[in-house]
């Protein structure tokens, strides 16, 4: 749900920050981050199709909302970046990022910093990436001037993961489904309704619904990111059957207390989410339009 009409740039960076500082230490968990072969394999896939081909090492590479590192680390786990650098502008996801990055043995920059007020110099990256970030930001045609100011030239530019405006109006199907069959899907499980979360009313989580700013219509983003003085723009859909699938299974598990929810639940719900994203990729995103899908991954060029 985007912030009220009348919500000021900086109360939607206030929400993000706070919403995600306390979100941190369970992110991972909710939406099914792995840090292994499969996160790997998804990170691999989602980058190569907004690129249009196989990613080649970054020398140096920039990360804008890196969160807890999802993207970066599993980059970095397939030798697809020498430098990293993540930035947020939560401070408690990238403590965790670092938390994880230790446990890997890996190597990262990190500083918690704006999009559109970045502490480099010009010309210090040749890739700047993101993942599910650009709809968060409030004065988005800023940002990509200083990703653009921030990229060597012929640096390659990179976001997955971005909510089409049509595809956005799709998914709330699957959440409505899900709410009228959780009582059911409950009574199955033998699960618990989850407990009001009164307790953390005042603690951050509360703000989740302000932190989103934009859905795009591809064209108009397309538009945006040439306008910002990027060449080679390529956008492209991701996850139809997927992404109905997802969010009919998050909105079941959040009505019952995660406790109670099956080990075996979960695996089956993830191992079929993933399996309806190898059908998506190879069936329906090939041929499809990019504003049937809820995920937008594009990609574009600073000229040399």
């Known amino acids: 749900m985007p912030p009220a009409p009348t919500a000021t740039p900086e109360r939607i960076k206030h929400a993000n920050t706070r919403y995600h500082d306390a979100a941190a230490g369970e992110y991972d968990a909710k939406w099914g981050i792995d840090f292994g072969e499969v996160g790997q394999r998804q990170v691999l896939g989602k980058l190569s199709k907004a690129l249009g081909h196989h990613p080649s090492p970054a020398r140096d590479a920039l990360e804008i909302g890196a969160g807890t590192g999802y993207f970066t680390l599993n980059l970095l786990q397939l030798g697809l970046i020498e430098r990293a650098t993540a930035t947020d502008?939560?401070?408690?996801?990238?403590t965790t990022l670092r938390a994880t990055a230790e446990g890997l043995g890996l190597a990262v920059e990190t500083a918690r910093a704006e999009a559109e007020r970045l502490p480099f110099a010009d010309a210090s990256f040749d890739l700047v990436f993101g993942h599910a970030v650009l709809h968060h930001i409030p004065d988005l045609p800023l940002a990509l001037s200083e990703l653009r100011r921030v990229l060597r030239p012929g640096g390659a530019l990179a976001f997955c993961g971005e909510p089409s405006r049509h595809g956005d109006r799709i998914a709330s199907l699957p959440k409505r489904a899900g709410l009228l069959a959780a009582p059911l899907w409950r009574r199955a499980l033998g699960a618990s309704p989850a407990?009001?979360?009164a307790a953390e009313a005042e603690d951050g989580h509360e703000l989740e619904?302000?932190?989103?700013?934009h859905t795009f219509r591809p064209a108009a983003l397309r538009e945006m990111v040439a306008e910002a003085g990027f060449d080679d723009v390529r956008l492209r859909g991701e996850e139809l059957l997927a992404n109905a699938h997802g969010w009919l299974m998050r909105t079941l598990e959040a009505s019952a207390e995660p406790a109670d929810v099956p080990l075996a639940?979960?695996?089956?719900?993830?191992?079929?989410?993933?399996a309806l994203q190898r059908v998506d990729t190879a069936l329906l995103e090939p041929r499809l339009p990019p504003e049937l899908f809820y995920n937008l991954v594009l990609s574009a060029r600073r000229a040399a």
Do not use: P, T
């Open 265 to 274: 639940w979960r695996r089956f719900a993830f191992r079929s989410y993933l």
């Open 89 to 94: 502008i939560s401070s408690g996801m990238l």
């Open 209 to 213: 619904i302000e932190v989103d700013v």
């Open 195 to 197: 407990r009001s979360r």
